[in-house]
């Protein structure tokens, strides 16, 4: 019942910039927290950067200072701009939000399909 589509990858150089989006749809009554997971062949799972409804954020360790995490509440959508990427930056980007329905009382974790983003040297 709910959907998120990410956009914006792409193939970039060393130094480049791109900017995802993460669209949500569906009968969807509010969105908590939205964040960025990134995924390279053979590695975990990791958390790029998250956002709460209000507007606070979180970042990796390796990404502070280079991307940038928003929101539009009213479109339901996450975005996150990448600047100065690096070739260890190249990985699958897969949105994330916690999700309430119409006529559900809990939040539930969706995923998007992931965008393909990569850096060369």
């Known amino acids: 019942q709910v959907q998120l589509v990410e956009s914006g990858g792409g193939l970039v150089q060393a130094g480049g910039s791109l900017r995802l989006s993460c669209a949500a749809s569906g009968s969807i009554f509010s969105i908590n927290t939205m964040g960025w997971y990134r995924q390279a062949p053979g590695k975990q799972r990791e958390l790029v950067a998250g956002?709460?409804?209000?507007?606070?954020?979180n970042y990796a360790d390796s990404v502070k200072g280079r991307f940038t995490i928003s929101r539009d509440n009213a479109k339901n959508t996450v975005y996150l701009q990448m600047n100065t990427l690096k070739p260890e930056d190249t990985a699958i980007y897969y949105c994330?939000?916690?999700?309430?329905?119409?006529?559900?009382?809990?939040?539930?974790?969706?995923w998007g399909q992931g965008t393909q983003v990569t850096v060369s040297s």
């Open positions: 994330n939000a916690d999700v309430r329905l119409y006529y559900t009382s809990g939040y539930y974790s969706h």
């Open positions: 956002i709460t409804s209000g507007g606070s954020t």
